[in-house]
């Protein structure tokens, strides 16, 4: 399978699932609180400009956007109230109750929350305009598949942002002292989120390199990585700083 090559489905990969679900569904409450922070900070304004100038514009046509592990909803209290029809999954249910809850209730948003795996997403071919997602990529089994599923529910020309960094490898590579949107976090789940970086694969993987190489081989018409996302979005070391660099991704189909 040369660059795509993942986690057989088996049911180590299964595994994997149930503890990134059990892990977030730990992480939900203080989770949605940590968003709901980010959103009333510089960062929406940062992240709002970052994701506007790459996705088509909202000028009063109907433009469908995914978001793929949308924990609790930042991406869509961002881009709905701009006129985009904001739908979110989510593997945990937890979180998608948090999401909900944050958008409707605390922020009044319109969007759609439907717990979902990330690698089988339910829609028809061709059905989004934009795929987005942040920090979902490095979690999965098989994210060359995710990746696949992703280019199918995108129209023609539509188009795909990836926003992730190598948390998996980063972790023995960064003072974790250095993690700030981590701090409040119980050592426990630190501890359990540390064993999950070890079960992942796509932590082997030479990344954003692997993930260009995957998408052109899945058939995006064009790739692009974006090594200074991180230093746009995550420049600052506040209570939302990670060590980690993030990258951007865009693909066309």
Not at 107 to 119: K, N, P, R, V
Not at 199 to 220: H, N, Q, Y
Request: charged residues 25%; glycine residues 6%.
């Amino acid at each position: 399978m040369g660059v795509l090559q993942q986690i057989p489905y088996e049911t180590e990969s299964e595994q994997i699932k149930d503890r990134v679900r059990g892990y977030w569904s730990k992480r939900s409450e203080s989770f949605s609180e940590h968003k709901h922070d980010e959103l009333h900070s510089y960062k929406a304004a940062l992240w709002t400009e970052e994701l506007t100038r790459h996705l088509p514009p909202a000028d009063g046509r109907t433009v469908r956007i995914l978001d793929v592990g949308c924990g609790a909803g930042f991406f869509e209290m961002l881009l709905a109230p701009l006129g985009y029809n904001m739908t979110g999954i989510d593997l945990t249910p937890d979180m998608i109750l948090e999401a909900r809850q944050l958008a409707f209730y605390h922020h009044g948003t319109q969007a759609e929350f439907l717990i979902m795996d990330a690698e089988h997403p339910d829609f028809p071919n061709g059905f989004f305009d934009a795929v987005i997602s942040r920090n979902l990529t490095w979690t999965l089994p098989h994210p060359a598949d995710a990746y696949a599923e992703w280019y199918r529910v995108l129209k023609p020309g539509g188009v795909l942002l990836n926003y992730d960094a190598e948390y998996a490898k980063g972790f023995h590579q960064y003072d974790q002292a250095e993690n700030c949107a981590h701090r409040k976090i119980d050592e426990k789940l630190i501890e359990e989120c540390h064993d999950i970086y070890h079960m992942l694969s796509v932590s082997a993987f030479d990344r954003p390199a692997w993930d260009v190489t995957a998408l052109k081989e899945i058939g995006f018409s064009s790739v692009e990585a974006d090594l200074t996302a991180g230093d746009r979005l995550y420049h600052e070391k506040d209570q939302f700083y990670m060590p980690d660099r993030m990258f951007g991704i865009k693909a066309i189909k």
